[in-house]
């Protein structure tokens, strides 16, 4: 059993394609991008607020659980996090929630590029525009801000 995250239009995404022959599918989706009909799905459901939904993660436990789910699926870089949570608490093989941590937080990546002897361009964390500015003329050019 696989379960499969899933934010973005289903018709780009052939999940039961791709996954053809690797054992039922559960689907958690956000609402408006499920298949429509269920058929072809061991389970599906739609979450209105999938970006914000933590009931989605609680939902993706249970249904981990129930269903006996070996393997989690997730596109969307911004599920990174949420599937490792998802992962550690139904003791599935996938990148840990510490590595999604970096992967996500590119402030925390750097550091710890950085703390591993690797160079790094310089880099602040910044809460305000003004941070933002300050940082551009102390290192006098061109920042690239990412969130």
Partial sequence: MILILHKRNLAARPYREWLAGAGPLVLLAAAGTGP????GWAWCEEF??????????????????EHRVRR???LAERDVVRAARVRRLLGL????????????DKYLMKTLVAEAGLRVPR???VDRAEDVLDFAAAVGGPVVVKR
Avoid at 36 to 39: C, N, T, V
Avoid at 48 to 65: I, N, S
Avoid at 96 to 103: D, G, R, T
């Fill in 36 to 39: 429509g009909e269920p058929a």
């Fill in 72 to 74: 989690l699926v997730s």
């Fill in 123 to 125: 880099f602040r964390k």
């Fill in 48 to 65: 209105a607020d999938y970006g914000r939904d933590d009931a989605l993660e609680a939902r993706a436990v249970c249904l981990g659980r």
């Fill in 93 to 104: 093989p996938g990148q840990s929630v510490e590595s999604a941590l970096a992967f996500r």
